[in-house]
C-alpha cells in the first residue's frame, strides 16, 4: 500500500480510485540518452543500419528516430564493443516498439515515451498534518502495534533486513511493516522514538546493500526474490519525501533497480513479485517523475520489463 497523506480529487466518491490513478503521471522528461545495455532487436524500417559519425552519441540516434515519422524506437551500436570490428556507431531504427534484450555493446530507447497526466493528484507526505480524529486514530497505531513491533515480534526486531534471523522465507513483513511506520511517524510530527527507530532500520539496510546494488537478504533464487523489495521502496520513497535532504535514497534505489532490471532477463517474476509488479512500476514512474536521475528512458525500461515478465 502506497501511504499519501491526502489526494486532491474532483469527486470526493473516487478515493477507492486513488492508487490504480497514482501510476498515471505527467512527465516530460528526456528519454533521448536512451539505456545502455538494453538492444530491441528485429523490426528494422527500410535501409538499416545508419552509419553514424565516430563521436556521435546516442542522442543523435535518438533524435533520428523523433524526426522520422515511420520510427517507434531506436538502438544505437557501439563502435569496437567487445571484440566487434565495427568502426563507427550504427543506429537501427525500428518500426514498433520492439522487446527489450540485454546486450553490453547496445543503448536503446523509444520515441514518445511520456506518461498520462494525473487524475488524482497526490500531495508529498509533508505537507498535510493530520488533526482531530484522524491525528487520534494514527496515534492509537503509534502507542499499538504499529509503533511497537520492532520492540517484541521477531520478524521485526530481529529481522534479517537487520542482520537477524526473523523474517525469513519471502522476507516482506519487515517490509511491509516499514512502509506503513515511516509515513507515520512524519504524520505524527517525527516523533523523537518514532523516528530513531525508523533510522536505525534504514542505516542499517542502506549500508549493507551489496555492491552489485542489492538491497536486503541475498535471496537469489527465483522470480519471487523482487517481491519484498517493491514495499521497502514505498519505504523509502516516503522517508525522502519527509527528509529530501538525505542524499543516500536516491542512488541506492536506482543501484538496486539496476540490478534488478539485469535479474529480469535471466529470471522473469514469479509468484507475488509477478501478481504485485504492478508495485514496481508506481515507484519508477515518481522517480521518472521526481526522482531527476538522469535515467528515465532506464526507468521506463525497468516498468516495461516488470510487465511483460510478470506474466500477466
Known sequence: ??????????????????????????????????????DRADGDLPGMPITLQSTDKPSVCA??????????????????????TIPAPLCYLKKAVMIQSWNP??????????????????????????????????????DGLSGHLSKFWIDVANS???????????????????????PLTFQLGEDADMLATVHKYLDYILSHQSEDGWLGPEDDKDGNMYWSKYPMIFALIQY???????????????KFLHVAHQKMFKVPLGEWSAARWEDLVLSCHWLIEHGSTGEEQFLWDVAELADRKSGS
Open 105 to 142: 555493446c547496445r543503448v536503446s530507447g523509444i520515441k514518445n515515451a511520456t506518461l498520462l497526466p494525473f487524475a488524482y493528484k497526490p500531495f508529498p507526505i509533508y505537507s498535510i498534518q493530520p488533526l482531530g480524529w484522524l491525528k487520534e486514530q494514527l496515534q492509537i497505531q503509534a
Open 63 to 84: 533524435q533520428m528516430c523523433e524526426k522520422n515519422a515511420s520510427c517507434a524506437c531506436w538502438a544505437y551500436c557501439k563502435a569496437n564493443c567487445s571484440g566487434d
Open 240 to 254: 525522502y519525501e519527509g527528509n529530501n535532504s538525505d542524499m543516500r535514497i536516491l542512488p541506492a534505489v536506482m
Open 160 to 182: 534479517s533486513w537487520i542482520g537477524g534471523k526473523g523474517d525469513t522465507g519471502l522476507h516482506e513483513r519487515t517490509p511491509y511493516w516499514m512502509n506503513g511506520f515511516v
Open 1 to 38: 500500500r502506497f501511504h499519501f497523506k491526502t489526494t486532491m480529487v474532483s469527486n470526493p466518491n473516487c478515493y477507492l480510485f486513488v492508487f490504480l490513478c497514482l501510476a498515471a503521471s505527467l512527465t516530460t522528461a528526456d528519454f533521448s540518452d536512451g539505456d545502455d545495455s538494453v
